[in-house]
């Protein structure tokens, strides 16, 4: 298949470089080419490159700076994937994009599953939210997977930041109680490469919402606490704390946990185990 994707420097696009299978034919489209804060850009340059799938791993991911920055975020996370999905529509090609776990308000205590109603706390919530919906409103041909607490060896995330930081010999304070599930970006970028099989093979019963983490559930200061152990580095001095004492801009959902059931059943990925996975990564490191 021909495919475009939005967004290959991000750690979803590096796993997605990686692994797209090699018959594809993929274009990568990255800033300076395109400006996702320039929706009304989009439609030509997706024509020009003639896909017959697009992938958009692309956007505004700052959920802090977003609370001062609503138009941009507004901007890159709902006109953009809106305008690629009314051009999909167009062309008749089905489109893959990525949500988050900030769409809920994270005060369930069960795993959260596709059809639990919505109700983002933050901007950046709200914007990956109005992604979603403008996505769903323009074509019926979308996939949209969402994930919770990615990273990667690759790009900017709390595995990397702990590691930094424990260099440096500085003390940790991180809150223990946020649950979620860490995700590696190269097991949704496997995820999403079982739903580009099943639409390559013509498949039209993989629409729709999913939900792609790890599988397992711990806190920051658990997840942190397994870093250094796998990376060997037991002498960090970590002091797990609540949240009320690390304020930040954005509010946090207090359960992140999503149920990737719906995966499973439809396209047989079973999420690894969150620290399974959080070893092959440090490996890499
Ligand atoms: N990170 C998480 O913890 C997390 C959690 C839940 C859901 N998600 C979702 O998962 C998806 C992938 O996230 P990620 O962590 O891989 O993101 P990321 O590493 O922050 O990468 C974001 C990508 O978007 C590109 N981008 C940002 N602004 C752009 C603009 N104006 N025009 C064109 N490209 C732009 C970046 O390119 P530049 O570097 O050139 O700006 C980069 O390629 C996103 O939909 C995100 O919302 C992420």
């Not at 696009?13 to 400006?35: I, K, R, Y």
């Not at 308000?105 to 709200?126: I, L």
């Not at 019926?140 to 607490?149: C, N, P, V």
């Not at 629409?207 to 037991?234: C, M, P, R």
Request: charged fraction near 20%; charge should be negative.
């Amino acid at each position: 298949m021909r495919i475009l994707v939005f967004g290959r420097v991000g750690q979803l696009g590096s796993a997605l470089a990686e692994l797209l299978p090699s018959h594809h034919v993929v274009t990568f489209l990255d800033q300076p080419d395109v400006n996702l804060a320039k929706p009304e850009t989009l439609p030509d340059l997706i024509r020009q490159i003639e896909p017959e799938l697009v992938i958009n791993a692309a956007a505004y991911t700052a959920v802090d700076k977003a609370e001062s920055e609503p138009q941009l975020a507004e901007l890159i996370n709902a006109h953009a994937p809106r305008a690629m999905a009314k051009t999909c529509q167009t062309l008749g090609i089905p489109l893959i994009h990525y949500s988050t776990d900030y769409v809920f308000d994270g005060t369930a205590s069960t795993p959260y599953t596709e059809e639990v109603p919505v109700a983002p706390k933050s901007v950046y919530g709200r914007t990956k939210l109005a992604g979603e919906e403008g996505v769903a409103k323009e074509t019926d041909q979308h996939i949209i997977l969402r994930t919770a607490w990615l990273y990667s060896h690759i790009g900017h995330n709390f595995l990397k930041t702990m590691l930094r930081v424990a260099s440096e010999g500085k003390p940790l304070r991180v809150v223990d109680d946020q649950m979620g599930s860490p995700t590696f970006a190269w097991d949704l970028g496997m995820a999403s490469v079982a739903l580009v099989n099943a639409l390559e093979s013509g498949r039209d019963d993989v629409y729709g919402i999913f939900h792609a983490t790890n599988a397992g559930v711990t806190s920051w200061h658990g997840f942190a606490q397994k870093i250094f152990e796998l990376a060997k580095a037991d002498q960090v001095d970590l002091t797990p704390i609540p949240t009320e004492s690390y304020p930040t801009p954005a509010p946090r959902p207090a359960y992140s946990v999503l149920d990737s059931g719906r995966l499973n059943r439809v396209v047989g990925v079973k999420m690894p185990d969150w620290q399974d996975a959080l070893t092959r990564c440090i490996a890499r490191l």
